[in-house]
């Protein structure tokens, strides 16, 4: 199976926030549920193991859109919120950056006790995924993060996470047990990173023959290398700019939450006082749960939902994603209960999305403004970012 998709990921500095990194671990982990609730573990794995779906919900939690620290916070915020529900969810989230990278194997032991499941082979599998990328792919990059998801029928995903000093990039390689034939022939999901031309990749297929020669003569020059295929190159500018959206998809999005009128969710999804703007996020967020993978080739779009910490394209309405989450953890306990309309309500906002944008014709002169719109109001929504809360100064909207 061959890499299906590259992404160029600028390297950040700087620790997410612990008002951020709560919401996050808490927004990402009712996503979560209500995707095992509706599709199974195995669906989870699946979607992990998409780069795009991954890069769009990084997004959608309040991530900057583009960054590296994309990768880290979200499989941070996802280990903290899904293994203390492992038991119910049947899934167990190892690994991370740095020391805790080093942790996998005991993790991964810990739980085939708990499990029953083959701890050798699950610690032999993350250990040769390491291996592969660090090794076997020479491109440069320098693993640096390992995240192994694992579920209780010892089906699993790894998302890891290389970095290039030299041209400031990070490079994310996405694996999915259900691909893999073999460690050393074409196994990854994904890799995703900036284009930088011909790679030694020595788990091509187009590599058997120089396999067989490294075997015979060591050090020998490889006969083949590969190029990447596709690639999502993310720029180094932190503006979110029209070519990085698909504005047909996100003009329905808006066009339902502020045009469509609130009243036909309101008593399904919450009680009265359900605003536009919380509408808008939980129909984005409506689009991660139940979006098909054709859905996330523009993961920009999703920062349309709670922002970023950079304050690109505008600040985190901490408001409104305490809303989200209010209304979505709702949604998850009443379906513990009963098939609630809650959850078709949920459903519903990406469905009647979907009609929308069958017949809208965005106006591509309006972006901009939708922007200014968003940071001219977000001091009422809480607006947030690491230099401070957004503040109104004479009409103008000051982010420090």
Known sequence: MKNSGHADLPLHNGKVPHWLADRMARLGGEISEVIVQDYGRDAFLTKLSDPLWFQSLG????????????????????KKAINPRSKELGIFVCGGRGKYSLQTPQELTA???????????????????AKVDN??????????????????????????????????????YHWHSDSIKSFVQEPHKAVCGEN????????????????????????????????????????????VNGM????????????????????????????????????????????IIYGTPSRFKDPARFSFAHGGKDGYPFPVPLKVYDETITILKN???????????????????????????????????????????ERRMSYKYGGMTVSGPALRHSGQLSLF
């Not at 997004?59 to 996802?78: K, N, Q």
Request: glycine fraction near 6%; aromatic fraction near 4%; proline fraction near 2%.
């Open 59 to 78: 997004c959608v939690l309040g991530m900057d859109w583009h960054s590296s620290g994309i990768t880290t916070s979200v499989m941070g915020a996802l």
């Open 111 to 129: 739980v085939a006790n708990k499990t029953g499941l083959n701890g050798r082979a699950l610690v032999n599998s993350s250990k040769l995924s």
């Open 135 to 172: 090794t076997a792919v020479q491109d440069g990059y320098n693993i640096y993060l390992h995240s192994f998801i694992v579920t209780t029928e010892g089906k699993w995903a790894v998302v890891q996470q290389g970095m290039n000093a030299n041209n400031g990039f990070a490079r994310r």
């Open 196 to 239: 930088k031309g011909p790679i030694l990749n020595l788990t091509a297929a187009e590599s058997a023959e120089t396999k067989e020669v490294i075997l015979e003569i060591s050090k020998n020059n490889p006969d083949r290398i590969i190029k990447e295929v596709r690639h999502i190159k993310m720029p180094r500018r932190h503006s």
């Open 244 to 287: 990085d959206v698909d504005l047909k998809r996100l003009g329905s999005v808006l066009a339902l939450a502020h045009d469509s009128g609130v009243s036909t969710f309101e008593d399904l999804l919450l009680t009265k006082g359900l605003g536009p703007r919380t509408l808008q996020s939980l129909t984005l967020v409506s689009e």
């Open 331 to 373: 949604v998850v306990n009443k379906a513990k209960i009963d098939r609630s309309d809650k959850k078709k309500a949920l459903y519903n906002l990406h469905k009647q999305a979907l009609n929308i944008e069958s017949n809208f014709k965005p106006d591509r002169s309006q972006f901009d403004k939708i922007i200014q719109s």
